[in-house]
């Protein structure tokens, strides 16, 4: 049995290897990347610093309150009640927060989880073409998401979970509503006397964003029937209509093993591979280092970094008119680069920790992530 385990789990290392160079290859010469084809890109900016230290490579790992986001089958494998607040500060003084709170079930089969995400920025002002200074207006955009989860260990070694969620987007004047499911499926297992863990999860699955509202209203102005004399008309008000767009549809396939483990202290390598439906796919590696009960004190201290391949960065292939980059996405370059870490007290049944995570995003400089969760 042993044997055979260790098989399967090797071939899924190996697939997921193999998975990385390959989904580089694009058939024929046809670019067909949707770049900017989806609305809604809040949906992707994770849920807490620990996460966002791994760079998304997370999802094979966690199985806290941040599962709600990252993979909702690593839930049902979530040992206490607990919640946390998470706020990133991002690109051009804009701001995402995301806060969550679960419970297990009793027995430990079953856990239930409520989610919820904001990101925006308001009072900035209306440029027009007419009026490139300014015409006194400004503009909000808030946008919104709640997610409730439910997980299920259908194993000891198999729980998968499902989250159903509610978007609002709201942009200036229009507004749009939508509904997605996350599906997420967690693998853990032993090769040896090491623990690994595998995930899959398809994130943002449902419907599409239709945007309406005073912000599309327009005047116009009837042309008269030929031959007729050609006298000035008031503008008629009408309001213009919005095809719908697709939500940013994620599917990750994550994988995380304890490499050394000795006392207190444990290592643990990750790796992901996701392929987003608007934009190239794209692989990250992470690695954490944790220490629990220093002393038996209680005190737990975490370091983690990591590396993500961003391709999308890499426009050489796209026509922009003047703008260019000398980014590329075949050498080693500071974006992609996250680190951090944590802190973390436990005193019999509650647990406080505080965790900070920095992103370097290239062109978009760095961002800032800080989360602080509790259980009990």
Same mark, same amino acid.
């Given at each position: 049995?042993?044997?055979?385990?260790?098989?399967?789990?090797?071939?899924?290392?190996?697939?997921?290897?193999?998975?990385?160079?390959?989904?580089?290859?694009?058939?024929?010469?046809?670019?067909?990347?949707?770049?900017?084809?989806?609305?809604?890109?809040?949906?992707?900016?994770?849920?807490?610093?620990?996460?966002?230290?791994?760079?998304?490579?997370?999802?094979?790992?966690?199985?806290?309150?941040?599962?709600?986001?990252?993979?909702?089958?690593?839930?049902?494998?979530?040992?206490?009640?607990?919640?946390?607040?998470?706020?990133?500060?991002?690109?051009?003084?804009?701001?995402?927060?995301?806060?969550?709170?679960?419970?297990?079930?009793?027995?430990?089969?079953?856990?239930?989880?409520?989610?919820?995400?904001?990101?925006?920025?308001?009072?900035?002002?209306?440029?027009?073409?007419?009026?490139?200074?300014?015409?006194?207006?400004?503009?909000?955009?808030?946008?919104?998401?709640?997610?409730?989860?439910?997980?299920?260990?259908?194993?000891?070694?198999? +729980? @998968? *979970?499902?989250?159903?969620?509610?978007?609002?987007?709201? =942009? #200036?004047? /229009?507004?749009? !509503?939508?509904? %997605?499911?996350?599906?997420?499926?967690?693998?853990?297992?032993?090769?040896?006397?090491?623990?690994?863990?595998?995930?899959?999860?398809?994130?943002?699955?449902?419907?599409?964003?239709?945007?309406?509202?005073?912000?599309?209203?327009?005047?116009?102005?009837?042309?008269?029937?030929?031959?007729?004399?050609?006298?000035?008309?008031?503008?008629?008000?009408?309001?213009?209509?919005?095809?719908?767009?697709?939500?940013?549809?994620?599917?990750?396939?994550?994988?995380?093993?304890?490499?050394?483990?000795?006392?207190?202290?444990?290592?643990?390598?990750?790796?992901?591979?996701?392929?987003?439906?608007?934009?190239?796919? +794209? @692989? *990250?590696?992470?690695?954490?280092?944790?220490?629990?009960? =220093? #002393?038996? /004190?209680?005190? !737990?201290?975490? %370091?983690?970094?990591?590396?993500?391949?961003?391709?999308?960065?890499?426009?050489?292939?796209?026509?922009?008119?003047?703008?260019?980059?000398?980014?590329?996405?075949?050498?080693?370059?500071?974006?992609?680069?996250?680190?951090?870490?944590?802190?973390?007290?436990?005193?019999?049944?509650?647990?406080?920790?505080?965790?900070?995570?920095?992103?370097?995003?290239?062109?978009?400089?760095?961002?800032?992530?800080?989360?602080?969760?509790?259980?009990?």
């Amino acid at each position: 049995m042993t044997k055979l385990l260790s098989r399967r789990l090797s071939a899924i290392a190996l697939a997921m290897v193999v998975a990385v160079p390959a989904s580089a290859q694009v058939a024929g010469s046809v670019d067909n990347t949707a770049y900017g084809g989806a609305s809604g890109e809040f949906l992707l900016l994770g849920a807490g610093a620990r996460g966002a230290a791994l760079g998304g490579a997370y999802a094979a790992l966690a199985t806290d309150v941040t599962a709600l986001y990252y993979n909702p089958g690593g839930l049902a494998q979530l040992p206490r009640p607990g919640a946390m607040f998470s706020s990133y500060s991002y690109v051009s003084d804009t701001r995402y927060s995301w806060a969550g709170i679960a419970f297990p079930f009793p027995g430990g089969v079953r856990s239930v989880g409520v989610s919820l995400g904001t990101f925006g920025f308001s009072d900035q002002p209306v440029y027009t073409i007419d009026d490139p200074e300014g015409d006194g207006r400004t503009y909000s955009v808030s946008e919104t998401f709640v997610g409730f989860t439910y997980s299920q260990n259908f194993s000891d070694r198999f +729980s @998968a *979970g499902i989250t159903a969620k509610f978007i609002n987007d709201g =942009l #200036g004047e /229009t507004n749009a !509503s939508a509904f %997605a499911v996350d599906f997420g499926t967690s693998f853990h297992a032993m090769i040896g006397e090491r623990p690994i863990r595998a995930g899959f999860v398809l994130q943002n699955l449902g419907s599409v964003l239709r945007y309406d509202g005073a912000g599309l209203d327009v005047g116009v102005q009837r042309e008269p029937p030929l031959g007729t004399p050609q006298i000035p008309q008031e503008d008629q008000p009408s309001r213009l209509r919005t095809s719908g767009w697709t939500l940013p549809v994620l599917f990750r396939v994550s994988a995380a093993l304890d490499v050394w483990t000795q006392g207190v202290n444990r290592v643990t390598v990750l790796s992901e591979f996701n392929q987003p439906n608007n934009t190239k796919p +794209s @692989a *990250g590696l992470g690695l954490e280092w944790a220490a629990s009960n =220093l #002393g038996n /004190t209680g005190f !737990s201290v975490a %370091a983690r970094g990591s590396y993500s391949i961003n391709p999308d960065n890499n426009i050489d292939d796209i026509s922009l008119g003047t703008l260019s980059t000398s980014i590329s996405s075949s050498s080693f370059t500071s974006d992609g680069v996250a680190v951090g870490g944590g802190v973390g007290y436990t005193r019999g049944n509650l647990h406080f920790g505080f965790d900070y995570a920095y992103r370097n995003l290239g062109p978009l400089e760095g961002t800032n992530f800080v989360s602080f969760s509790v259980g009990w």
